[in-house]
């Protein structure tokens, strides 16, 4: 069912918005915005991979802050180090995403966990990286996809709308997406396609993760920090005894 609920919401809080601000706010404001939310919009759909399945992924900021540090010191500026940058970035994430799902699927251990200490890995491994200073700067074709406009709708919201779409047609419209919704459903589902799909869901988000970070490096770069707050406050808390939850014996594969 297509979710008239959610956007309902959204055009809700785009009316009181524009009510509290007693009408101050221009639609240039608004598509402002949304150039500046692209890179969390992005992010977040490779966070809804993972949520589709019962998991969930802390090591986003980690991963982001990483993509942005690494594709500056490769790009230096420069537009013909893009494509290199992009791969060294790709790698990377795909190689993070790896790690959490084998360990996730294998040992059996709790995502929130896994995903927490990844993040601090990483943390530690681009500070060892930049040796506490970061190189390097954005090559100016990236920059002009971050930063750019074509007539009053930015370039980055284009690719935001246009990622939604593919993700949408994924989830609702191929046997990916269905086997998807089929793990959430029935916990005993074949270990072994349970084990692929989590390898798969994990380098999946990352790479929209990569993708996020790449194509919006100076909105991005800004995200992180506001990320690792939340994920600092989080380890201070006892580890989680929450079990699965447990669903009707009477369920049936569809």
Request: net charge positive; charged share 10%; proline share 6%.
């Amino acid at each position: 069912k297509f979710p008239f609920g959610v956007y309902l919401l959204l055009v809700a809080v785009i009316v009181v918005f524009f009510a509290a601000t007693q009408g101050t706010i221009s639609p240039a404001h608004l598509m402002n915005i949304v150039r500046q939310s692209a890179p969390l919009g992005v992010a977040a759909m490779g966070q809804t991979i993972v949520l589709l399945v019962g998991g969930i992924d802390l090591s986003v900021g980690a991963t982001m802050s990483m993509v942005n540090l690494v594709a500056a010191s490769v790009m230096g500026g420069s537009d013909a180090q893009i494509l290199p940058a992009l791969l060294i970035c790709m790698a990377l994430c795909l190689l993070v995403g790896l790690l959490n799902g084998y360990i996730i699927a294998t040992f059996k251990m709790q995502p929130f966990l896994v995903t927490m200490a990844m993040s601090m890995i990483i943390e530690g491994g681009y500070y060892i990286y930049t040796k506490g200073i970061a190189k390097g700067s954005i090559a100016t074709g990236i920059r002009f996809i971050s930063e750019g406009w074509i007539g009053i709708v930015p370039i980055a919201a284009i690719i935001w709308l246009v990622i939604w779409l593919v993700l949408s047609v994924v989830l609702h419209h191929t046997p990916y997406g269905h086997r998807l919704a089929a793990i959430r459903m029935r916990p005993d589902f074949p270990a072994l396609r349970a084990k692929r799909s989590s390898f798969r869901r994990m380098c999946s988000a990352h790479c929209w993760r990569a993708s996020a970070a790449c194509c919006f490096p100076r909105i991005s770069a800004r995200l992180p920090r506001a990320w690792a707050r939340i994920i600092r406050s989080t380890r201070s808390l006892p580890p989680s005894s929450a079990a699965r939850p447990s669903w009707a014996a009477s369920a049936r594969w569809r």
